[in-house]
């Protein structure tokens, strides 16, 4: 059974920085690529950051470009989301997925990943 559980979430100041974390279990998470998605109050979800089984492929939504950045550590089964430069429009309930059949190279639907987490809430003030 799959199991994603993120932290870290909570409330920034815009300009500020959260680390989001991931852990997984159940699975052999090093042959799984992983992904970050984020849904708004009265939107979406949307995707955010994806990466690779192999780490080879990582890929972002042109609206954290630059200020976001995905990572794995598949010694420890975890994911992490480094955000910076935070944005009162990045406010939103954040969700780790992991998926087996993802391989990277573009931006992927939620409905193409088949594990999740319960998510973690991130608002930023202005």
């Known amino acids: 059974q799959v199991q994603l559980v993120e932290s870290g979430g909570g409330l920034v100041q815009a300009g500020g920085s959260l680390r989001l974390d991931c852990a997984a279990s159940g699975y052999s998470f090093s042959s799984y690529a992983v992904g970050w998605f984020r849904q708004a109050p009265g939107k979406e979800r949307e995707f955010v950051a994806a990466l690779s089984w192999s780490s080879s492929n990582a890929d972002y939504a042109d609206s954290v470009k630059g200020r976001f950045t995905i990572s794995r550590d598949n010694a420890k089964n975890a994911v992490y989301l480094q955000m910076n430069s935070l944005k009162p429009e990045d406010t939103a309930v954040y969700y780790c997925?992991?998926?087996?059949?993802?391989?990277?190279?573009?931006?992927?639907?939620?409905?193409?990943?088949?594990?999740w987490g319960q998510g973690t809430q991130v608002t930023v003030s202005s």
């Open positions: 997925a992991a998926d087996y059949g993802y391989r990277g190279g573009y931006l992927p639907d939620a409905v193409e990943f088949a594990y």
